[in-house]
């Protein structure tokens, strides 16, 4: 924790000391932020409003974990979708192979056009939600099917249940990156499916978790063939908390070496 502290530190100093008009979450955090013995005096009638340094270096640290953990979670349930459907891992190898030759630079409108990878992210994300459930407030009372939900109630989204349910989805325990095909996605609930959540208080990372994840996806198919080995479990096991009950591991071979096999 001490080093990510001192991390954040060095570089929230450094951009107290740049003047080149970016404004990221950083700046706006330092342009909010109030000396701490103000923020601890208890002698006026009203708080000061405002940010401490340990507030911005605790949320700073906060945005690295959620983008990280997320991130690196989603990523490992793909390959392990992808590895155990070798036909859905060859069509989007060949997609790859096809939008970007060797020494061909990866660019951002590229990444967009890659129909199958999307294809095969909504999928696994629909398998295994990276947030298996969701919460929101009722900012008002309402009554749903002859339901009453009272205001200021916590409403529970299971969105794991309700991506596995029968009734929505057609095998919904079978992995089919053409659910999310451009003729087909139009067909899909969007309170079906909502890996991001909806409406305004969505991901606010959303777009740059998916052109992460894409990039990284092109690069290690481009460098390795992926495959399962003696220690993958299948099929997979998940816990209360949707998380694997074995850690999921898999076999990265250097496609250059298995070309000349």
Not at 48 to 60: F, W
Request: with cysteine.
């Amino acid at each position: 924790m001490d080093f990510f502290y001192n991390a954040l530190r060095k570089i929230k100093d450094e951009h107290n000391k740049k003047s080149d008009g970016r404004v990221d979450f950083l700046k706006l955090m330092i342009q909010n932020q109030i000396p701490d013995d103000q923020a601890k005096d208890e002698t006026r009638e009203q708080p000061v409003k405002g940010l401490t340094d340990h507030e911005i270096l605790s949320q700073s640290f906060v945005f690295i974990l959620g983008g990280y953990e997320t991130t690196s979670t989603t990523l490992t349930f793909l390959l392990y979708n992808l590895v155990t459907n070798p036909d859905c891992l060859e069509k989007l190898v060949e997609e790859i192979d096809t939008n970007f030759p060797p020494d061909t630079p990866i660019t951002y409108d590229a990444l967009m056009k890659m129909d199958y990878l999307e294809m095969a992210i909504n999928e696994s994300m629909r398998l295994f939600p990276t947030a298996p459930r969701l919460e929101r407030s009722c900012k008002k009372t309402v009554e749903i099917s002859g339901v009453t939900i009272p205001k200021d109630t916590l409403v529970g989204i299971p969105t794991y249940v309700l991506c596995r349910d029968p009734q929505l989805w057609d095998s919904p325990d079978e992995f089919r990156p053409e659910r999310f095909s451009p003729e087909s996605k139009s067909e899909v609930n969007q309170y079906a499916f909502m890996p991001f959540g909806l409406g305004p208080r969505n991901c606010i990372g959303m777009r740059f978790a998916l052109m992460i994840m894409k990039l990284l996806v092109v690069k290690l198919l481009q460098n390795f063939t992926v495959e399962t080995c003696k220690e993958t479990q299948i099929p997979l096991e998940l816990n209360v908390i949707f998380q694997p009950k074995v850690p999921i591991t898999l076999k990265f071979i250097p496609r250059s070496y298995k070309e000349k096999q």
